[in-house]
Each structure stands twice: as C-alpha cells, then as structure tokens.
C-alpha cells in the first residue's frame, strides 16, 4: 500500500478526494472545450442554414469510407478506455496497461486513416482556393470547417494519446499506481474526443447523403 | 455577538511555533521562485509580470494622448498611431485587466480565506503563470517585430486581409494567455468546491471568495471562445481558408458574435473580481457587517449568468435585425439589475459605521463613484437609439474606460493597498498613499470627462486627426493622462521602499476579521498550522456603528500579540 500514499499530493487529505478533485476538474476544463467545439458548430450551422444547397453539394464529396472506419475505430477505442478505468479502480495492472496499450493502437489507427483521407482529399483539390473542383463559391465554405473541424479534432486526439502513452508508460514503470487520479482524467477526456467525432461524422459525411 | 466572534478564530497559527518560516524565507534563489508551487509565491510572479505590461500599456497611451493635444498630430505617423492604440488594448485587457486581481490576490487569498493549504492543482497553477508567460512573449514580439494596427477587436476582413501588422503573432499570444486564464479558472473551480475548511459552508465565504468562484466560471465557459474566434481569424490569414470572406458567402458580423460572446464576458472577468475586493474594505473600514449577504452572493452569480446573454449590444450597428436589438437591449438593461443592488448595498454597509480614510477605503470608495459613472452611463449605451447616434464615439471609449480602469484599476490598488502587509509583512507610508489615492480619482475624471463630452458632440473613436472644436477637450483629457502617470508611479516608488525598508506589520494591522488576517504576516508555507475550523458567519464587525479604538479588543483576536 506504500505506492498508494506516494499517489497523494498535496493539498488532498487521501486519494479519495484527491480522485474526485481531478474528476471535477476534468469536467469543468470539458465544460470549457464544449464551448469551443460549441463556437465552431455554431459557425457551422449558421453557414449551413444561409447555403443549404450549397452545403448539400459540398458535402457528397467527403470520403464516407475512411469517415466510418474512423467511427468504428475511435469508439471501440472508447470501450477499451473504459475496460482500463474499471480495470484500474479494481487495481488490476497489467489489465490497465493492457487496455490502455490498445486504445492507443486504435487512437494512431484514426490518425493514419485520417492521414490517408486527406491525402485524397487534397489529390481532389477539395482545398478551398484557386482550383477548387466545385463552382458554388459557398461549397468553399463547408471545406472550410471541414479542414478546420477534422483538423482541431486530430490536435485534440494527439494530445490525448501523448498523454495517454506517458500515463501508461508511468503505470508500467510503477512510477504511478494504477488507482491513482489520474487514470479518471485521461478517461474522461478521450470520452469527450470521441463525443466530439460522434457530432463532426453526421455534420461532415452524413448530411450531403439523405 | 463578540464572544461567537472570538470563537471563530482560533489561534490556527501561533507566532511561537511558526519560527521564521514565512513562505517568503523558503528559499532565496531564482529557481526557488520559477519552480515554486506555493500559491503565494505564483501570486507574487504574477504581479511582477503585470504590472510590467500595464507600464508598457501605459507608455503606449501616454503616446496617443500625447499626439492627440494637436488637431492633425505632431510626431507620429497614422500608422504608428494606430498600432500603438492597438497595443494599448491589447495589453491593458489581456495581459493585465482580465488576470489582474484573481491571478495575484485570488492565488494569494483564495486558498488562505477558505483555510486551505494551497490550490486544488499547484502545477497547474504554476503551469497557468509560464502560459501567461508565453503568451507575453508573443505580445513583445509583435512590438519589436513592428506592432498590429487592427484594434484589439481583430475584425476582419481587416485583420484577415487587409491589416499590415503581425496580426497571427499577436492572435497566437492572446490565444495562450487564454489557457492560462481557463487553467486558472478551472483550479479555483475545484479549490472553492473541495478544499474549504471544517465548517466554512458556501454561505460563510467571504465575498471576495465568491467573485472568484464567479469569474472563474466566466473565464472557464467565455474564453474558449474567444480562443475559437481568434483560430479562425489565424485559419483565414495564415491558411486562406475563406472564414469570413463574403466573396464566398461568409459572413464577418459572425465573428463579431464569437468575439463578443467572450469580450463582452470579459468585462465581468474584470469587474467581479474587483466587487470582491472592495466588499471586503467596506467591511472592515466601515467595521460593519456586509448588509445583504446573500443578496451580494445573488448579485454576483446574477452578473455572471446575465453577462453571457448581452453581447448582441455591441453590433446594434452591425446590421442586426430589430429583433435582436431589442432583446440585447432588454438583456443589457437587466444586468444593471444586480450591479445597482451591490452599490446600494455597499452604501448601506457604510451607513451608520465608523468610517476610516485609510489609502485602501480612499480606493475602493473611488471605485464606488466611477463604477456608478461607468454603469449608468452604460444604461445609455444599452438604449438602442442612443447607442446608434454614439456608437465608436468617444462617449463609448469613456464609459468603458470609466468601469474597466476606473472601477478595475481603482479595486486593484485598493486590494493591493489592504492586502500589501499580510503579503510582505510590511507597512508602506500611509500619507504618500492617500495623496497617491486622490491623485488617481481626480486624473481619472480629469482624463475621462471631457471624452464623454467630446464623444457627445460627435467625436469618433480610433481617429487620428480631429476638427479643432474638439482641441479643447483633448487638450484637458492628455493633461488628465498626465496626472495619472503621477498617480501610478508614485505607489510604484512608496510600495518599492515599503518592500525593503518599511516598518514591520503586525498580523492583523487592520483589525480585520478575515481567515486571511489569523495567520502570521507573512504568512507561512503551509497558510495555517492548525486546520482551521469555522463556526460564524463572515464580517463579524459590529452591528451597528462602533468606533475603532486602539486599546479595545477587536472582534478578532490578533495573532501577533
């Protein structure tokens, strides 16, 4: 139990409290991500309500393939996540380390699908600019939060799988015990990467098929 | 009603045991302060990287007002002119006014008033200053690489196509400085919520604990925003995605909503944090009671959620429908609702108390005129038809002026003033104060009276050159500018000489009854040695007015005796 009381830092009294601090905190700090996803949806859905044809157009040419495999790959990375913190609050190490080992396989699995997406993509000249294959200057604009969207989001799925590989990695050196605080914070924020995918897949790939 | 109080303090910290241990004597090095994790020293490395900013600000502004004494300038170049009040505005809103009173006294008290050992997350406490950091380094950078000449706004298309300056550089610091404000938010958050002492219950904080609770929800949920703005401004001059671009069917008046649907949030970022620090003067310089406590609690919570809902009154011109104007408008009266409530109700803490004129109650109660000023002459702005003939007028320019660096400015120095002998454990010379006080009331309205006239009349904001009619009141506005450099360096001067050769402050030279006030003056590392516990309600000063007399004893125990 010695590696337990190495966990709490100051200024909590035990780990309990210190693990529902670090889970506040991490709610509060997604409150603030919300927000800034919510800003850019919003952006989106004024542009689409001004140019509704014009998104309808722009948005059959999004590579619905890579789209879903995309899907698939980031939320069955969100139930090994899951396995890890349950694994974690029953002090299961090598079960932690394990599942956590494969969401970060799934999580670089999404970058290099997303990579190859978009090296089609611009092989298309689906670039807003000079040479854009689609005349109606406002399908310019749906390109436009599609590289900004998919792009914010991979930053934010970059971060968390640094993040998640130096988590797992002190785990693996028991530098950190599996139980610590900050196995809850990594959890939720992949959670919350994920949610974001699971409202860019219908705006981006979805909504240019009805 | 005495003994209760006399109960409430405890000797959580005893001057035999502390030693000399004050957080101040853990170590003397350089790193000892860049690597710290003590909420205290953090404070401290904030206030030293402000107040540098608000001089750079300064010397930015004292360059305009001094330009603007002629009608058609006479040594600067319109070019030069607009990026030096661009630079004014950056600085003086994001790298001093938004972190200027919770990123030094909220890090230094917060923890203390709720009698905790430190924040809920120190390295990401420290982690939040090195941001700052960063993002300042990108704000000097912008200024040797040559400046931006946008305006803080960064509207486009000017910014994004048009514009000359470094508009990506200056973007790039302001993005950062706003995860420094998030981390620093999201840290008080979870401190308020977790950390409170044994019987320290919501309604027992003092109310400087609340306007910090408050705003640090304002910086949590506004500033991603203003983040996202600032990424799509980046997005379209650095990558030429057409954001804005009405060439494509973009719409710029939608980054004005982004913009605004933080930086109208940012004035209660800058406002709540002061509403605390002077609730807690009045108190104490008026020994009195807080009257209405909870409606104070209300009021700030008030503001905070009726802040986001107002944006829309800064594009009444912007081609908004009537609608909207209508609703904004409606909104922005509403918010005058719990701001009236607080002055009046800091009015009553006074009425009837032993008031002492002390450089700190002289601040805050210059906070209480101009905040007045500034609000009600925001009522005007808030009426559509008013706002529309005033609109980029220099009547606009006062009013904010008046509650940002009038009420903001004003708390700051008061907070810094009342705090200054728990934080260094030393007294500073109470005359040069209250001269450096007064001094700073009259500049202020000296400055800013005549731009609510000259506004009035017509003139518009940002202009270099201007009609000779308005000479006069520039002329009186750049001599005001002139009095307050005297009001700002002179705590500069009396505070530097307090900090090595004044004389030595007793624990509680106030008699004030805050956590803050029952521990050593400097306080040490760990804030208390023995968890405090708390049974009373804030504010234990007398009921009813009662004077001050150094042989009495106060409702608190002092520690130092």
């Known amino acids: 139990m010695s590696d337990v009381s190495a966990a709490v830092r100051e200024p909590w009294p035990d780990l309990t409290v210190q693990r529902q601090g670090v889970g506040l905190g991490i709610w509060v700090f997604l409150a603030s991500e919300v927000l800034f996803f919510g800003a850019l949806i919003t ?16 948005a059959k ?143 981006l790939y979805l909504v240019g098929r009805i | 009603m005495t003994e209760v109080a006399t109960d409430m303090t405890l000797p959580f910290a005893p001057v035999e045991e502390t030693g000399a241990a004050s957080y101040l004597d853990e170590g003397h090095t350089i790193m000892s302060w860049l690597a710290t994790t003590d909420h205290k020293r953090i404070a401290i490395l904030y206030a030293v990287s402000i107040t540098i900013f608000f001089f750079i600000g300064g010397a930015a502004i004292a360059l305009v007002r001094l330009e603007l004494i002629e009608p058609h300038g006479w040594f600067l170049t319109s070019d030069a002119y607009n990026r030096l009040f661009t630079l004014h505005g950056i600085i003086m809103v994001w790298f001093f006014l938004v972190p200027s009173i919770p990123a030094t006294m909220g890090n230094f008290l917060l923890p203390l008033m709720i009698g905790a050992r430190d924040v809920a997350f120190p390295r990401l406490n420290l982690l939040s200053w090195y941001l700052y950091v960063i993002g300042a380094a990108f704000t000097v950078y912008v200024v040797i690489a040559g400046g931006v000449d946008t305006g803080w706004t960064f509207y486009p298309p000017l910014s994004s196509n048009y514009a000359n300056g470094q508009v990506v550089a200056a973007a790039a610091g302001v993005f950062v400085v706003g995860f420094s404000s998030i981390a620093t938010g999201v840290n008080f958050i979870v401190t308020t919520h977790m950390l409170r002492a044994p019987g320290m219950t919501w309604f027992r904080l003092p109310l400087f604990c609340w306007s910090m609770y408050t705003v640090s929800l304002v910086m949590v949920l506004a500033t991603p925003v203003l983040a996202m703005s ?58 009195r009671q807080v009257f209405g406590y909870a409606f104070m609690v209300y ?11 107002v944006w829309g009154h800064h594009m009444f011109v912007a081609g908004q429908s009537q609608l909207a104007n209508l609703v904004f408008s409606f909104l922005s009266f509403m918010v005058a609702v719990p701001s009236a409530i607080k002055v009046f109700n800091w009015i009553a803490t006074m009425y009837r108390g032993q008031i002492g004129f002390e450089a700190p109650m002289l601040y805050a109660l210059g906070f209480l005129g101009l905040f007045t000023i500034g609000g009600l002459t925001g009522l005007f702005l808030a009426s559509v038809p008013i706002d529309v003939a005033t609109t980029d007028s220099y009547f606009v320019v006062a009013h904010f002026h008046t509650i940002m ?115 050593p003056s400097p306080p040490p590392k760990e804030n208390f040695h023995h968890v405090p516990v708390i049974d009373a309600e804030p504010y234990m000063y007398h009921e009813t007015g009662h004077p001050r007399e150094p042989g009495e004893p106060t409702p608190v125990r002092e520690q130092g005796e």
């Open chain 1, 43 to 58: 952006a989106y859905g004024i542009y689409r309500s001004i140019h509704p044809a014009a998104f309808l157009a722009a």
């Open chain 2, 299 to 309: 009021a700030l919570l008030a503001i905070a959620v009726i802040g986001f809902m």
């Open chain 2, 405 to 519: 660096v009038g009420g903001t400015v004003s708390a700051f120095m008061a907070g810094i003033h009342y705090w200054w002998p728990k934080v260094t454990g030393r007294l500073y010379h109470e005359f040069f104060a209250q001269f450096a006080a007064i001094t700073m009331f009259l500049g202020f309205n000296v400055t800013f009276l005549p731009q609510f006239v000259m506004g009035w009349q017509g003139m518009p904001r940002r202009y270099h050159t201007y009609p000779e009619v308005f000479q006069v009141w520039h002329v009186i506005s750049s001599l005001g500018a002139g009095i307050l450099v005297v009001a700002y360096t002179l705590p500069l001067i009396y505070l530097g000489w307090s900090l090595f050769r004044g004389e030595r402050a007793s624990d509680n030279p106030w008699h004030a009854t805050g956590l803050e006030w029952q521990t």
């Open chain 2, 230 to 287: 600032l990424l799509l401004i980046v997005a379209e001059r650095a990558f030429g995605l057409p954001v804005f671009d009405a060439a494509h069917g973009g719409d710029p008046v939608l980054f004005q909503h982004i913009f605004w649907f933080y930086s109208h949030p940012a004035v209660y970022i800058m406002i709540l944090p002061a509403m605390g620090v002077v609730s807690e003067i009045f108190a104490c310089f008026a020994r």
């Open chain 1, 61 to 203: 040419h999004t590579e619905l393939v890579y789209g879903t495999i995309n899907t698939v790959l980031l939320l069955t990375s969100s139930v090994t996540m899951t396995v890890a913190l349950r694994a974690a609050e029953a002090r299961l190490r090598r079960a932690t380390i394990g599942c956590l080992a494969v969401t970060l396989v799934l999580g670089v699995g999404f970058l290099l699908c997303k990579g190859l997406e978009y090296r089609d993509d611009l092989r298309e000249g689906f670039f807003p600019g000079a040479g854009f294959p689609l005349a109606d200057p406002p399908t310019q604009l749906f390109w436009m939060l599609y590289w900004i969207m998919t792009g914010i989001h991979a930053i934010h799925l970059s971060a968390g799988i640094l993040v998640v590989g130096v988590v797992a990695m002190l785990f693996w050196r028991r530098v950190l015990p599996v139980q610590d605080s900050t196995m809850e914070g990594i959890a939720t924020y992949w959670h919350f990467v994920d949610t974001v995918w699971i409202l860019l897949f219908p705006l």
